[in-house]
């Protein structure tokens, strides 16, 4: 029988191991690569026009980013001028919106990150005004 504190010794080691295995798919935001963009909420007014005059807001959400098999990567969350930025390796991901009940709502973007290239991305969260 092992005890309470070897178990408890070989969990965190077992978590160390993990987090130093440099496996990531998340690097810093001073990377090569990765993905950044904006969140914008919209409509703003039940009635749109064409001079522009009611514009989608920036928007500050959160933001799950998973690989493109729908494994957990990392949680984002866009500034309130609706911006975000990650560092990532060159591969293949998901961006998952939190959506609201019913609204707002925004929908997944697949996406692929290249060597050396930041892409650049837009999600729109709808209102749901009509």
Do not use: K
Request: aromatic share 6%; proline share 8%.
């Amino acid at each position: 029988m092992i005890g309470r504190g070897r178990v408890l010794g070989l969990l965190f080691g077992a978590l160390i191991g993990v987090g130093c295995s440099g496996n990531s798919p998340v690097l810093s935001d001073e990377a090569p690569q990765g993905v950044e963009g904006r969140v914008w909420l919209g409509p703003q007014c039940p009635v749109q026009t064409s001079d522009g005059s009611c514009p989608d807001a920036p928007y500050s959400a959160v933001l799950d980013l998973q690989t493109a098999g729908g494994a957990h990567v990392t949680r984002l969350r866009s500034d309130t001028e609706g911006r975000f930025r990650a560092g990532l390796r060159p591969g293949r991901y998901r961006m998952v919106p939190r959506n609201g009940d019913p609204f707002p709502h925004a929908s997944p973007v697949d996406f692929t990150v290249e060597a050396d290239r930041w892409l650049e991305i837009e999600i729109l969260f709808d209102t749901g005004i009509r």
